[in-house]
């Protein structure tokens, strides 16, 4: 894909690129998972957004050909 293609041209390492990528169309501030001084809380991220870390996971990798 295009972003795949953009950071190996520009030197990034195997574990710099994405592997894949989630769009929320909603705001963590109303996810209530910002802190007071709007830091994101990991845990609590990591709790709302589980499923769809899990069906990424599951996913693999963008521009992956299927077997």
């Given amino acids: 894909t295009e972003l795949n293609a953009y950071s190996k041209k520009n030197g990034l390492q195997g574990f710099e690129q994405p592997k894949n990528v989630f769009l929320e169309p909603t705001s963590f501030q109303e996810k209530n998972i910002l802190t007071t001084t709007m830091k994101l809380q990991r845990f609590a991220a990591r709790n709302v957004y ?5 069906a990424m996971y599951k996913e693999g990798m963008l521009g992956a050909r299927p077997e």
Avoid: M, Q
Wanted: no cysteine; charged share 60%; glycine share 0%.
């Fill in 50 to 54: 589980k499923p769809e870390i899990d």
